[in-house]
């Protein structure tokens, strides 16, 4: 089992920054790809960023690609998402997510899910 607990969620203004952490526990040698999803209220959970755990390879979703950066430290198995020039769309609960096979790039290849952590963005 692979224990995930995200951080550092909270409010921000319009084109301010936040950084979202990710502590990973238990298991952590199985895992092949960390990432990051949102939710939004009524809407489905979205992919935004993974990140291979040797650090070897990075994707993202369109609507972050140039404002956010998704990075790990595997000495502290963490899992970080910095983001700059947040826009109200930007709100949602951010979700913390493991993929013991592939990249984690879609849910039906997540293995494991964080507890989820609260973004809100203000005009």
């Known amino acids: 089992q692979v224990q995930l607990v995200e951080s550092g969620g909270g409010l921000a203004q319009a084109g301010g920054s936040l950084r979202l952490s990710c502590a990973a526990s238990?298991?952590?040698?199985?895992?092949?790809?960390m990432g990051w999803f949102r939710q939004a209220p009524g809407k489905e959970r979205e992919f935004v960023a993974a990140?291979?755990?040797?650090?070897?390879?990075?994707v993202y979703a369109d609507s972050v690609k140039g404002r956010f950066t998704i990075s790990r430290d595997s000495a502290k198995n963490t899992l970080y998402l910095q983001m700059n020039s947040l826009k109200p769309e930007d709100t949602a609960v951010y979700y913390c997510?493991?993929?013991?096979?592939?990249?984690?790039?879609?849910?039906?290849?997540?293995?494991?899910w964080g507890q989820g952590t609260q973004v809100t963005v203000s005009s």
């Open positions: 997510a493991a993929d013991q096979h592939g990249l984690a790039t879609l849910l039906r290849g997540i293995d494991y």
């Open positions: 238990g298991r952590t040698f199985s895992i092949y790809s």
């Open positions: 990140i291979a755990w040797s650090g070897s390879r990075t």
